[in-house]
C-alpha cells in the first residue's frame, strides 16, 4: 500500500495523482447515447422492448415482459429469510425517521404594509429511480434513493432495474416491494433514462431520474438534464479515515477495506500523525487481507488507489480532508466532535471509534448515496429535499406595491426595459 | 395574438405547438465546446487571452486586461445617478432581508442509546457568477445572483462578464459593487466556463458556476456538470397569468408585455374563463402594443409564442397551471391564497392584482432566477440552499453500534459484502 508523507517536497503532486479520476465518455459513446435517446424518443416502447433484447440479451415481445407487478415484488419480499427481513425493515424504519427531520415546511412573513413574501415547498409528482444490475444490484441501495422520495411525499416513484440475461435479483425486488416503491421496469442502460425522461406508452414520464450507472447511464442522464432534474454523476466510492492513533488498527484496516472491496477504482485513504501507527496498519493490512472473501479486488483497490498518509499535526490532517471533500470521513478520534467546526466539505462524517462506515451504508438511518470525487464542495447527500422543490410567493398589499413600483420602474428604465417600468407604474396609488 | 380553447378538440396538440422550447446543442456546437474547454485546460491564461480576443474582437496582450479593480466597480457605482442609485441599494436591501429566511441551520438528534444523527450545513467555498454581456447584461441580475451566495456565507464570489467589441456595461459594475462580488473578469463564452471551472493561472477554480448564457455557455456548463455544480439551463423567459376578468385589462395588457418585450422567444399566456374579458384583453393589447418601445420584438413574441386561453372554469385553469409549470404565475383574482394548495409548480407566484411580475424581477426581495420551461416540475428558485451544502453526522455510541451492526452484519452478507459486515462485526459488544 502506497505510504505518503506531508513533508515529502512532491507530496502535492503524489496526492493529485493519487486523487485524479475523470468519468470520461468519449465521442462514440455520446453518438450511441444520443442514438438511443432519439430512438425511444422516436418509437416509445417499441424501440425500448428492441434495445433491451439487443444489450441485455433477453427475448422480450412487449413492454409486459419488462413489467413487474406488484405480486411479484410483494413474493420476493415473503420469500426472504427472517433474518434478512427484519433487518432490511429495520433499516427502512431507521432511514425513515431520519430523512422525517430533512422535510421543509413552506414558510411566509408579511411585511408592516401588508405585503406578504414567502416560499412554498412541493414535493415533485414522480420520480423515477436507476439501480443497477448484475452483480452491483444492492437491496440497500433502493431503499436509500426510494425512501427519500416516499418521506417527501412523492405520488408515484418508478424503478428500473435492467436483468442482463433475464438475472434477477429478488432482494432489490423485496426492498422495492418495502420502500413501497410504485412500478418497476426490467430496463437499463441509456434506453431506461431516455423512457423515463421523455415517457412511452407504458413508462410513464418522470420529473426527476436518481441512481447510479455506468457510463452509458452518465452520459444519458447528463443528456436528459433540463428535460428532468438528475442528481449528481457519480464516480468511485471512497473512504478517508482520520485516526488519533488510539483505534485498533485491525478496525481501522477492515473500514478500510470494506471500501475497497466494492471494485478496483474504489479509494481507501488513512491519514494519521504518527508514524509507528501506519506501521501497525501496515502489518495488520498484511496480515488480514488474506482472509477477506473479496481479496483480489481489494488488494488492486488498496495498490492502485489506496494511501497511508503521514501528516504533522491536527491542523494538517484538517487541511488535507477539506482539500480531499471525501464521500465518507471517519474521524477515528476520542474527541470528533470537536474537529466539526473545521470540516468545511465530506459527504458524510462517521464520528469517533464506534462508527465504521459500514453502519452508514445499511441502517444507521443517513442516505448512503453520497457526493464522490471531492464533488462535496458543492453537493449534499441525496436527501428529501433532492424531491421538493420550491415555489416563490410575493402578494403586494396595494401601498406595499406602490412603494416597490417606484424602486422598480427606476431600474426597469435604467435597463431599458419600459413595458416592466409602466406594469409597474400602473400599481402606483394616486397619492403618491 | 392566439386565442386558444380548452373545448376544441385538437386543444392538447395546440397547446403542446405552443409549449415546444428545446435549446438545441448540435454535435458542431458540442465539438467547439470541447475544443475550448481543452484549450484552457492545458494553456489556462493564454488560452483564455487567444479565445477572448478571438470571440470578443479584444486586443488584450494578458489577463490583466481581462481584470476589473475593486476601485473600477466603486467608480461605475459612485458615478450612477442618485436615483438609480438608491433604487439599486433599496432593491439589494430587499433581497438581502428575504434570502435571509432561506439560510439552513445545522442539526443534530440524539438517540436513547446515546448514538447521534444529523446534518452539518455550510457554505461553498467560492462561486462563479455568468453575466451575459451586451444588450442583455442587466444590473438586476448582477444582485439576484451574487446576494443569495453572499448571504449563504461563500468566502469569494468570481464574476465573468464578456465585453464584446470593449463595450462596457458601467451599470453591471454599480451592482458588482453593491453586492460585494470580491473579483470580476470580462471574460465571456465557454472560455469563462472552463476557466472558472478548472482554473487557470489568474482565474481561481471555482465550486459552482451559476447564471444564464447563450449555447455555447450553456453546453459548457452541461460538460463542466461534475467537475463544478452548475445552475438549471435557463429557456426563454415565461409569464402565465390566471384572471378572474376583474382586473383592468390594460393592467394585464401591460404584465403581459412586460415579458414579450424580453426577447421574441419569450412567453405570455393569459388564462380566464370569460370569453368576453378576453375581448376586451385583445382590445388593450392592440391600442397598447404601438406604444411599447420594444414593440417590435413583443410584438413578434406575442404572435409566434403568446396566447389568450379561455377555459371553462376555476378547475380547469389549476389543471392547466400545473401542466405547464410556469416560470412565473401571475394569480390576479381576488383571493389567490386561496389557489395557493392547488398549484402544485411555478417558479415564482404573483399574488393579486397589485403584483405583477415586474416588481419581483427587481425589488419585492425574491430571486428572480426562476425554472424556465416547464422545469418547476423539479427545480427551485436561485436561492441561499444553492450556496450551502450538507455534511451527514453519524456518531454511534458503544450500544447504539453494537445494535446496528447486528442489522448491517446481516444485510452486508446479504449483498456478499463480507468486509463491510466484519468492520461493522468488530463493533459488536461482548455481551451481545
Known sequence: ?????SRDANFTQQLDALLAWEGVSDAAVQTRVLDIIAAVRAEGDAAVVRLSNQFDQLSAVSMADLSVSPERLKQAYDSLPTAEREALTQAAERIRRYHAHQVQESWQYTEADGTVLGQQVTPLDRVGIYVPGGKASYPSSVLMNALPAKVAGVAEVIMVVPTPRGEVNELVFAAAHLAEVDRVFTLGGAQAVAALAYGTESVPRVDKIVGPGNIYVATAKRQVFGQVGIDMIAGPSEILIYCDGQTDPDWIAMDLFSQAEHDELAQSLLIAHDAAYLDAMEASIARLLPTLEREAIARVSLRDRGALILVADEAEALALINRIAPEHLELSVADPQALLPAIRHAG?????????????????????VLPTSGTARFSSPLGVYDFQKRSSLIGCSPQGASTLAAVASVLARGEGLTAHARSAEYRLLPNK
Open 1 to 5: 500500500m502506497n505510504r505518503l508523507d
Open 348 to 368: 458524510a462524517i462517521f464520528m469517533g471509534r464506534h462508527t465504521p462506515e459500514a453502519l452508514g451504508d445499511y441502517c444507521a438511518g443517513p442516505n448512503h
